[in-house]
């Protein structure tokens, strides 16, 4: 019996330690990850800023009028591309958890900008109801948008996979004196076998 009990310790502890071991490569994948995105975003920044400087300027020294209109394009189309990069800067900034006072409505925005063409793209139909009036609140801004990017991309590939196309509803409320940020879609729903997994780490 003791050698049973002992075999069964030391199976236990193996499975453990699978398990931890699996975890940290995939917490050095995610951090080499953000590394590589910081990077690019980096380089991607210096041309746009060029971009948006130059079509700036020559707006401003005053062009063909037949010019304006192209040129108008090039300049919003820069500064979005811009937008997304700085939005991908903050995702990839490796950051300690910090709690501070928020702007949810704020942060579910910036993370769509950075999948606004993808769903697009994907056909996928998006509703966005956020609250006006919604309170700050004190949170870590990063690991909010972690979360709801993540939440985007699974309802995105689900949906995608299940008939091609797709309804992605976005809402935040406040109610009896709590923030709610409620994420729909119309997709296949996930499996009975998955459910009681949805918040394990690194379980997809």
Do not use: W
Not at 5 to 16: F, G, I, N, Q, Y
Not at 45 to 69: A, F, R, Y
Not at 88 to 93: D, G, P
Not at 141 to 169: D, F, W, Y
């Amino acid at each position: 019996d003791e050698i049973g009990v002992l075999a069964s310790t030391l199976e236990d502890m193996k499975v453990r330690l699978r398990s931890s071991y699996d975890r940290l490569l995939q917490s050095e994948k995610m951090g080499l990850m953000g590394q590589v995105v910081a990077g690019i975003a980096h380089e991607l920044n210096n041309p746009l800023t060029i971009v948006i400087g130059h079509t700036e300027l020559m707006m401003l020294k005053g062009v063909d009028e037949q010019h304006v209109g192209a040129l108008q394009r090039i300049h919003d189309g820069a500064e979005r591309a811009s937008k997304i990069v700085k939005n991908l800067l903050t995702f990839a900034r490796q950051k300690k958890p910090e709690r501070r006072l928020s702007d949810i409505n704020s942060i579910i925005s910036r993370t769509l900008d950075l999948r606004a063409y993808e769903l697009k793209v994907s056909n996928i139909e998006l509703i966005l109801d956020l609250a006006s009036g919604l309170p700050q609140t004190q949170c870590d801004p990063h690991q909010i948008q972690q979360v709801v990017l993540n939440l985007i991309v699974n309802a995105e590939q689900a949906m995608i996979e299940a008939s091609g196309k797709g309804r992605l509803t976005l809402r935040t409320l406040s109610k009896n004196g709590s923030i709610q940020i409620v994420i729909e879609d119309n997709g296949p729903g996930i499996s009975t076998d998955n459910v009681r997994r949805v918040f394990d780490p690194f379980f997809t």
